[in-house]
């Protein structure tokens, strides 16, 4: 029997990030989703086709402080979503992860899906900077096009030597 797209994404997850074994990364379960969305209601998309997902977007918004702290390293994903409030003012928007399942990719739909996520939370918050920590250059391209698209700075975290993955 084989498995279903939902089955397939959550595979790809444990695939590409590391969130049982790195404490840096945020680890997607019922709680950091209920927090997630009383953030916005945009900060997690997906698209659906046959027997479902084949794109996961997450979206964090934050303040540009929270962001200089993520991009200086002085912080991971965890304590990120910790700093992050409902009802504070966002400016910064951080793009967690974007997955797709490989016969979906270079089709444009996470482009889509960040895009229509991006301008729902747009409308809610001034945002200014896109940020992001690439896994890989897919993500990375995404990234560009995105700030790009939507008119944002986009900043970058890079890997510290002693906490490198490959990816």
């Known amino acids: 029997m084989s498995l279903s797209n939902f089955e397939r994404m959550i595979r790809l997850a444990g695939e590409v990030f590391s969130a049982r074994t790195d404490p ?8 950091v989703i209920e927090r997630l969305q009383a953030l916005h209601p945009a900060t997690l998309s997906e698209h659906v086709e046959g027997d479902g997902p084949v ?18 390293c002085a912080i991971g994903e965890r304590e990120l979503l910790e700093r992050t409030h409902p009802g504070e003012r966002f400016d910064a928007l951080y793009l967690c992860s974007a997955l797709v399942l490989p016969e979906f990719r270079r089709k444009g739909l996470a482009l889509q899906v960040s895009l229509s996520a991006i301008r729902a939370i747009q409308q809610d918050h001034a945002i200014r900077w896109l940020y992001v920590w690439p896994f890989s250059e897919g993500g990375s391209i995404l990234a560009s096009r995105l700030a790009e698209t939507v008119g944002l700075e986009l900043r970058t975290r890079n890997y510290r030597v002693d906490n490198a993955q490959t990816h």
Request: aromatic content about 8%.
């Open 24 to 31: 840096d990364q945020l680890d997607v379960d019922d709680t």
């Open 55 to 72: 794109v996961w977007i997450l979206l964090i918004p934050t303040t540009r402080e929270t962001m200089e702290l993520f991009l200086d």
